[in-house]
């Protein structure tokens, strides 16, 4: 029987696992399915990303190279391109992207893709595992979806759902470290779940339902898209109001209990707060419920770039320039501190209104040596006091460590800070989002005339 011969293997790890998509979530639970002593296949449709796992090389900020190096010696861990090794899998676990469309709906392209060859392997006696961040009930339909007469949920195969909760950049927690919620679509999709994971993470949380889980990892991210935007929407109300947020924000974080501090951005980037929360919205529209936090909390982070750009356009005004034909540099282009990826990155948004605005617009990213934008190559520039003397405006746009912001304060004649990175720093020439010295606490003169752009579409 499917059920017993699937604990059985999983018990003595004899259980053969295949890891759908390895990227930053997918790779690392490789390793560790693999370092956990299960024969564990890393499969892929990115020929670049297999060709380097199989040289032992990692394109992951959070996996090193030996790692890699090291579980492909042990013989456990199999990069792969070719998805028939399915049909030898007893665990398959989908780790590939929930991106949105256009329009802001869930694009479900690449879980449909992974179902459909999953679909042309099935075999009875086999666990799938959803870890790719999606709306409640998708794991139910996906089981519906592979279901037939020889392939029958709750007794060839069961299903699970385990929220993959990586944290990119953290030094902290890691995928084996990190609690793992696990809810099955039956009772035994849960048991079987739990087993597997419980020999790979240090703490299982098991909940009562796929629904359940999908909803928990919806929770984790719209609590943190929400408050964000909340903490964003405070620093355009203390910029009127003559009130440093940051100074807020740090004495509120005093408070032993009931608060949990959030930093006010240039907007939010990366593969899920801008993203998650509408996979949550969209399917509770099909419920005729229609919420209004997720989609304020949206347009309040998503105006942040042009936010910025206002007060940019303002901090050269005060020195009787325009953006256009100014010299302005950014300052980190990845999506937050201390990684190279600079998907869905404000900071990159930023960078883009400014080109628009007819600004000669350069970069320096000790993370993001080189990128290219809508066709256009851009090379990260080196911070020399020449260089920093030159620039009519910097934006700190994002907070690594490791920037030589001491010479920045001192070498460039005008900053924009939006990350607080130069809170020990005095200087006329330093303005900081959140907070617009003024000299009265007197309601400011209405801001200068908006900066308008052409309305052309803004990269993809
Ligand atoms: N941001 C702010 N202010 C804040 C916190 C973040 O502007 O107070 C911005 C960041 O600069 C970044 C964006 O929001 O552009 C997202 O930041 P993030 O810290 O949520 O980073 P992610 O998306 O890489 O990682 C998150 C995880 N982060 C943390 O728990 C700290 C977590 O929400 C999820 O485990 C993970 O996404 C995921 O995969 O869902």
Not at 259 to 283: E, S, V
């Amino acid at each position: 029987m499917a059920l017993s011969k699937l604990h059985g293997l999983i018990a003595e790890r004899k259980a053969r696992v295949v890891v759908m998509g390895q990227g930053y979530v997918g790779l690392p639970l490789a390793l560790c399915v693999a370092k956990s002593g299960f024969e564990t296949c890393g499969y892929d449709v990115d020929p670049h990303k297999i060709t380097q796992l199989r040289q032992g090389k990692s394109y992951i900020t959070d996996v090193s190279d030996a790692e890699v190096a090291e579980c492909l010696e042990t013989g456990n861990f199999l990069p792969t391109l070719d998805p028939s090794v399915l049909a030898e899998a007893d665990v398959v676990a989908v780790c590939v992207p929930t991106p949105l469309s256009k329009s802001k709906d869930p694009d479900m392209s690449y879980i449909h893709d992974a179902v459909s060859k999953i679909k042309e392997y099935a075999h009875p006696g086999m666990l799938l595992i959803l870890e790719s961040t999606t709306y409640p009930g998708t794991t139910d339909e996906i089981c519906d979806q592979l279901s037939s007469p020889t392939f029958i949920h709750g007794k060839d195969f069961f299903a699970c759902f385990s929220p993959e909760r990586v944290d990119p950049g953290n030094p902290i927690f890691q995928t084996q470290n990190t609690p793992k919620v696990i809810g099955g679509t039956t009772d035994e999709g849960s048991q079987l779940g739990e087993a597997f994971y419980s020999h790979i993470m240090s703490e299982v949380v098991p909940v009562s339902s796929a629904r359940v889980a999908e909803m928990v990892k919806l929770l984790e991210n719209t609590f943190r898209a929400v408050n964000i935007g909340l903490v964003n929407e405070l620093a355009l109300m203390s910029e009127r109001m003559n009130i440093d947020i940051w100074e807020v924000i740090r004495a509120a974080s005093t408070k032993p209990f009931g608060f949990m501090p959030f930093y006010p951005g240039p907007g939010i980037g990366g593969h899920c707060i801008p993203l998650d929360p509408h996979y949550l919205a969209w399917k509770a529209r099909s419920f005729d419920f229609h919420n209004k936090f997720i989609e304020l909390a949206s347009d309040i982070n998503g105006n942040m770039p042009r936010h910025v750009v206002q007060r940019a356009a303002e901090a050269l005004n005060d020195v009787s320039k325009s953006i256009r034909g100014s010299r302005v540099l950014i300052l980190g282009i990845a999506y937050k501190k201390n990684i190279a990826d600079y998907r869905e990155s404000p900071g990159l948004e930023v960078m883009r209104l400014i080109d628009r605005a007819g600004a000669d617009v350069m970069y320096h990213d000790p993370f993001v040596p080189a990128f290219d934008d809508m066709s256009k190559p851009y090379s990260s520039v080196e911070l020399t006091d020449s260089l920093l003397k030159s620039i009519d405006l910097v934006i700190i746009t994002t907070n690594h460590d490791g920037v030589d912001y001491e010479r920045v304060a001192k070498s460039a004649p005008r900053i924009l800070d939006t990350r607080n990175v130069l809170s020990t720093f005095a200087g006329d020439h330093i303005q900081r989002l959140g907070y617009r010295r003024s000299d009265s606490d007197e309601p400011e003169a209405p801001a200068m005339a908006v900066v308008e752009f052409p309305a052309v579409q803004v990269g993809s």
